[in-house]
């Protein structure tokens, strides 16, 4: 068995703003279980990173440990990757991108290595606004330890051995709500439709950009009685909106159902356009956006769709008004201005 793509593509597959095919894109051959929704969360990170025409070598993606800290084998071979140990990868994105500002920070987790080991770091990345897409691919169980319920698993969902879950689960989204994240967003993997422009919005966000993505576990937590199956999550899902991205200087030319419309302006000039919203509803209030959360999870509804949003926020990089080069570029007269300049700083703590 070989984990390697054939290199056999049709000759004629369309190519992006750069001039490469979504083969480009690609990693290696994925040896999750077949059906697994973390390799369509795989597939939409490839399409939307191809349709964005992002070049590989500025994206950096980094992961820690689980069913889905493997998947950033499967995607943009040609880009930075680092695999961190279990629940760290925050701060090992925290000191690449306080390190090189320059590149796009990608993060893929799970609820085990962010819910549980690595809750104290996804806390502190949050509440500091780094820079970065933080994906969850949440799936309420170990998978890589025979399927145990995790930290986000609901109260009263049943696993694989029927036994119901006893505690109180922890809603990712909810929290990084409460820790100020300035974009938040939920999925479900087999909604690529909804997924790929969410992820190109994320892409583009300048801040703490979160999405969590609930992804079924076939092997272990898609019985009947689990909330993570594809059966209940199909069936309970609700959108706050339908999402589509609009890049900078392409015109819209989509045509959308009756109903309110939101344009949003990211920070590169690029457009979020939000519709069909839902009643009451407004991305851009953080109160009433936690509300609608709050609510639809005592309907026992999944609330799904860009649930906040910050357009204008300011990242860790402009809060602690770091250089704007890499620190790898900076040379000996940047780092040691002299003597007289040191004067100047204890002079000023004194």
């Known amino acids: 068995m070989t ?19 979504r083969q480009y894109y690609e990693g290696r051959l994925s040896t999750l279980c077949a059906g697994c929704g ?78 549980s ?16 897409t933080y994906i969850v691919m949440n799936n309420g169980c170990y998978g890589l330890t025979k399927g145990q319920d995790s930290a986000t698993a609901d109260k009263g969902s049943i696993n694989k051995t029927g036994v119901a879950n006893q505690f109180q689960t922890i809603d990712l989204a909810g929290l990084a709500m409460e820790l100020g994240a300035t974009f938040v967003g939920r999925s479900f993997s087999g909604d690529k439709e909804q997924l790929i422009p969410m992820i190109k919005a994320a892409l583009v966000h300048e801040g703490f950009a979160f999405i969590d993505v609930l992804s079924p576990c076939v092997t272990f937590n898609n019985n009947t009685g689990s909330t993570k199956s594809y059966d209940y999550v199909r069936d309970h899902i609700e959108a706050t909106a339908a999402v589509d991205y609009v890049p900078v200087k392409t015109e819209i030319t989509a045509q959308y159902a009756e109903g309110t419309n939101k344009m949003i302006r990211m920070h590169d000039g ?45 990242d860790l990089h402009y809060m602690l008004d770091t250089d704007t080069r890499p620190l790898n570029t900076l040379n000996e007269a940047d780092l040691c201005p002299g003597q007289e300049a040191l004067e100047v700083i204890n002079s000023e703590n004194r």
């Not at 290199?7 to 750069?18: D, I, M, V």
């Not at 499967?74 to 994105?93: D, E, I, K, Q, T």
């Not at 709050?294 to 999944?302: H, L, Q, T, W, Y």
Request: glycine content about 10%; aromatic content about 8%.
């Open 270 to 314: 690029s457009l979020v356009e939000l519709h069909k919203l839902a009643p009451g509803w407004d991305p851009l209030d953080r109160g009433l956006a936690y509300s609608r959360l709050n609510e639809s999870r005592a309907k026992g509804e999944i609330l799904t769709g860009i649930i906040y949003m910050e357009p204008q926020s300011r």
């Open 117 to 132: 080991i690595g809750m104290g770091q996804f806390v502190h990345a949050v509440r500091r606004n780094l820079n970065i």
């Open 38 to 115: 973390h390799d369509s969360i795989s597939g939409a990170i490839i399409q939307a990173c191809f349709e964005m025409a992002i070049e590989p070598h500025r994206l950096a993606k980094l992961s820690g440990i689980g069913c889905s800290s493997k998947t950033p084998t499967y995607f943009l071979a040609n880009s930075h990757g680092f695999n961190s140990v279990h629940g760290r990868m925050p701060s090992v994105a925290t000191g690449a991108n306080l390190a090189n500002r320059d590149l796009i920070y990608l993060g893929v987790s799970g609820d085990g290595d962010t819910a």
């Open 3 to 21: 984990y390697l793509r054939p290199n056999f593509r049709h000759p004629e597959l369309p190519k992006n703003a750069l001039g490469y095919t």
